[in-house]
């Protein structure tokens, strides 16, 4: 009896483990399974209105790959799928145990994931990346359950989103961070994060906590114009080979003279869109065109990216910064130009730090 009551707990043991056997790695198999990213150092004025964002990342691209999908014997083959979607779990509890990371009176950390925002612990999104799953008992793949057709022993796709931290409250007096990394991405599988020792799934980690700046003033800046519309009017086929099709507009940060504020602050700008890229500085029209916009100073804008914009000196009177830029239409290479109006949305996000 005490024979097979051993017998049972080993066999338990293995089909349990077999729930775990998902894997996914940064770009290929066998690459990271985590990822640290440090935040850059930022300032948060004495103004800030609480419930804000005080500081968000450029866009971040990240392949994942994810393969070894393994079918829980410990269900019947009515109760367990052949077939699981992996998951995209937003700061989840396994991996942030300080209380001052979950429960940060001052401070939320958050993600932006297909364009919205999560900031609330153990949140879990459907990537719908599918692995059809192995018969732990003979290693074999019975069915094509993601596709229907071909079996889809790994799967390779790319996800795009945005670190934020969003403010609570500004403290009272000055102080100082001492908090471990934030993990605030991870990728696994249905049954949630992986917690045994050689697990790998796929996680970001931020850390760099220690450069978040209070300032002991207020800031105010405005961009100038608050909106404005880059007309290229009617064009030909033939000026457009000729490069000629261009139009010049400006944007301004303006600082508050009555804020006050006696510390230097930096502020980076970043044109946000949502629509299609075709690379990193040209934004497809989808009529045959693409767009890039080019900083007279600067050069080339990178879409989605904060880049240098101003310095406010304490002791300037200086209170409005003023960029010049080109925007401008090209060919998109092996498109076909469709007539007619078109247009696209633009927005300008700020930082300050």
Known sequence: MKKIYFAVIALLSLFSSSAWALD????????????NTTL????????????????????????????????????????DPW????????LDSFHNTDSLITNNPYLAFGVTYNGVDYDIPDIKIDTGACLDKMDDFDKSYKHAACNGSTIQRNVTFTV????????????????????????????????????LSDA?????????????????CSVNIRIYPDNQIVNFGQFTENALDAGEIKSPFSISTVKDESAGCSEQFDVTTSFYTTDTLYDDTHLDMENGLLMRLIDKKEGNVTYNQYLPFATYLP???????????????????GGVLRMGPFSKDIIVKINYQ
């Open 24 to 35: 996914c790695y940064k770009d290929s198999k066998g690459g990271a399974n985590v990822v």
């Open 40 to 79: 850059p150092w930022f300032t948060v004025p004495a103004n800030a209105p609480a419930g804000q964002k005080i500081w968000e990342s450029g866009d971040l691209l990240v392949t994942v790959y994810c393969d070894n999908a393994s079918r829980d014997h410990t269900k019947s083959v009515q109760q």
């Open 83 to 90: 077939s699981e979607n992996i998951h995209a779990y937003i």
């Open 160 to 195: 795009r989103f945005r670190l934020y931290v969003k403010l609570k409250t500004v403290p009272k007096e000055k102080i100082e961070f001492t908090f471990p990394a934030v993990t605030v991405l991870a990728f696994d599988g249905t049954g949630g994060i992986n917690r």
């Open 200 to 216: 790998k799934n796929l996680h970001y980690n931020v850390d760099g906590l220690a450069n978040i700046h209070f300032l002991d």
């Open 315 to 333: 002791d300037s009177t200086v209170t409005t910064m003023t960029h010049q830029y080109t925007a401008e239409l090209t060919r998109k290479p």
